[in-house]
């Protein structure tokens, strides 16, 4: 059974910081890993989406890099700003589904 | 407009009482599924359904079941409510396909409080 592992569950740093987020999954028979963004009272936002087959993907301020191997992902961002703050869920894709981690909630201090 | 929408946005119920949940989406995918998140634990699947004559049980469909009326909605029902059943629930949809690749488009959640 797929576990996903998001370490740290909180986090705050100021504001400009570069920061890097993480996540682990347990069985490296992925066919892709998500980073989804959630604020309150929202649903989620998908962020990156990293292929099986790909090392890394870039948006903006945002790169996800996949080490299946290893079985972990990074969520790095780039100068970091108080619109960052949420909370940041990684999900790795198997068969027919998602399996979630628990988040990191991420505060950005202005 | 929202692509995926869900009704109620927030719903507090007593012990034993149906209540059902719906969603609603315009993306005009095949796939729908419907998850719920605990506080400090991820997204859970409940139950999904890949069209409308396909429903799946997911990780934790004890105590639910799920109508697909139509392409387009996909109702989670709670036949007799309890309190450990009080979550914030998902809806989401996907393309059909191979299923590799397929981004989940949520819709804005639901927060039930079983009292």
């Known amino acids: 059974k797929q576990e996903v592992t998001q370490i740290p569950a909180a986090l705050s740093v100021p504001e400009g910081e570069n920061l890097v987020l993480n996540c682990s999954f347990t069985?490296?028979?992925?066919?892709?890993l998500q980073w989804f963004r959630q604020d309150p009272g929202k649903g989620l936002t998908s962020l990156l989406l990293?292929?099986?087959?790909?090392r890394e993907q870039t948006s903006g301020r945002l790169n996800a890099s996949l080490d299946k191997s290893s079985g972990r992902s990074t969520l790095y961002i780039a100068a970091s700003q108080p619109g960052d703050s949420a909370t940041y869920l990684c999900?790795?894709?198997?068969?027919?589904?998602?399996?979630f981690g628990q988040g990191t909630r991420l505060t950005i201090n202005p | 407009d929202a692509d995926v929408t869900q009704t109620p946005r927030n719903r507090i119920t007593k012990t034993g009482k149906r209540i059902m949940l719906e969603c609603s989406q315009t993306?005009?995918?095949?796939?729908m599924y419907w998850y719920r998140q605990d506080p400090g634990l991820g997204l859970r699947l409940i139950y999904y359904?890949?069209?409308?004559?396909?429903?799946n049980k997911g990780e934790i469909s004890d105590g639910y079941s799920v109508s697909r009326q139509a392409q387009a909605k996909f109702s989670l029902s709670l036949e007799s409510a309890i309190p450990n059943q009080t979550a914030l629930y998902f809806c989401?949809?996907?393309?059909?396909?191979?299923?590799?690749?397929?981004?989940?488009?949520f819709g804005p959640g639901t927060r039930l409080t079983v009292l």
């Open positions: 993306k005009g995918h095949d796939r």
């Open positions: 990293i292929q099986s087959s790909q």
């Open positions: 999900a790795v894709k198997g068969a027919q589904k998602l399996v």
């Open positions: 069985d490296s028979a992925i066919y892709n």
């Open positions: 989401a949809t996907s393309e059909s396909g191979t299923g590799k690749d397929n981004v989940q488009f």
């Open positions: 359904s890949f069209d409308v004559k396909d429903i």
